[in-house]
């Protein structure tokens, strides 16, 4: 199973991006789909998750501001980000709680990163 992110990259503050996030391999059912983020010399934080049903749960600083959604039939996460600010700029990872077969649990699994800067 792979998780592949795409999106990012340098954009001004304000301005907008939405990212991707393609799970692909031996996938049986996908549970929570998820992006995270990791600032220069910050730890990782949760940005936004979004449950197989399309409960969604965002964090404080980007309530407004950032969307999450879902495309299940494609095993696709997305983060629409608008109104960007320099304290926006982190790597985003994707994450998803997958099952590769029916009889498993589900396991978690992580993409490479794709870099969001947001600077004038």
């Known amino acids: 199973v792979q998780l592949q992110a795409s999106g990012g990259r340098l954009v001004q503050p304000g301005g907008s991006l939405r990212l991707s996030c393609v799970a692909s391999?031996?996938?049986?059912?996908?549970?929570?789909m998820g992006w995270y983020r990791q600032a220069p010399g910050k730890q990782r934080e949760l940005v936004a998750v979004i449950t197989s049903g399309g409960r969604i749960n965002v964090v404080d600083s980007v309530k407004g501001r950032f969307t999450i959604s879902r495309d299940n039939a494609k095993n696709t996460v997305f983060l629409l980000m608008n109104r960007l600010k320099p304290e926006d700029t982190a790597v985003y990872y994707c994450?998803?709680?997958?099952?590769?077969?029916?009889?498993?649990?589900?396991?978690?699994?992580w993409g490479q990163g794709t870099q969001v800067t947001v600077s004038s």
């Open positions: 994450n998803a709680e997958i099952r590769r077969f029916w009889y498993m649990t589900g396991e978690d699994y």
């Open positions: 391999g031996s996938i049986f059912s996908i549970n929570d």
